[in-house]
């Protein structure tokens, strides 16, 4: 679904090794990536996930009125296009409402993702609106209940509540693990998470997290770089985890992760991990500061592996529009060929 914008700018990333007697967040360089390149035309192996940002401010109770409808774009839209895109996975970072003790914006939600129930399959996290500071979510677990998704053969397991769940699909080329964590999850999530990517160590996985790369202005950071999140904004119990304790736990112990996937932040960010010789991509994407809580932005990753490419563009089915620029639209390398 690639557009006929071509560009030649070059993106700086953050980058940073991991090695031994020194934390990661010690370790920053900058990298360059080539970004908007000529593309060619795709193969039949080709594949598309897309990634649905934070969307608490189109049901938030008072907005929802002219906001919903940039949500309801968004799923209309993976419906539209899910054949001729081969959308075959939906990931949703969480913060799904504003409000975690409005039952009426957890329905709205509810609503609009029913439409893709038995259409493509998908999987979320709980983001820190969508529970209380202890970490319980009554709503959260009674409008998005397990029993909801046991039914569909691609739901593979879930953890405390549905908080944090897990799902497998199969492209033809390769298969899938997406893992989804709440919002600085617990050691009991990261036990859960780790059992889950060891059970399936077969297959390529990705995590979904809410909260794993920081935004410096919002974070009060003066570097220039982001990095990944060393503290737990607004979580009040033991054993929580932020962004680098994910890294550190569960992505650098597991190899078959290659890319984690989050919000909470308002910016776009990408993170690369070098961890011996593996590259694993981190993205941030959150959109809801911006007109309609968020103009209907979300993440378009094409996956090509005739030519071992990630190509990720940022679309909005309401706008009708590309967001253009380096941190927008890149290309990702990544083998899958086998």
Known sequence: MRNNLITTCTATLL?????SMAPPEDLLIDCGIVVGDTV??????????????????YVEEGKYSKNLECFESQIQWIIENKMKLNIVFVSYVGDIVQHHDIEDEFLRASNVMRKLDGVVPYGFCAGNHDMQLDGTADLFNEYFPVSRYVKYDWWADSFNGNKNNCQLFSTGVDDYLALHLEFCPTDADIEWANEMLARYADRRAFITTHMYITDEEEAGITTRNSRLSTNHPGIHREGSNAGIDILKKVVIPNRNVFMVLCGHYYAERLVVSNLDGRKVYGMLSDYNLEPRGGNG????????????????????????????????????????TK
């Open 297 to 336: 932005w979300f993440r378009v990753l094409q996956f090509v592996p005739s030519e071992n490419k990630i190509y990720v563009e940022t679309y909005s089915p309401y706008l009708k529009q590309f967001k253009t620029g380096t941190d927008s639209d890149f290309t990702l390398d990544y083998p899958m």
């Open 15 to 19: 980058c940073f090794s991991i090695v």
């Open 40 to 57: 060619k035309p795709i193969g039949d192996d080709s594949f598309t996930i897309v990634l649905l940002p934070d969307t608490q401010h």
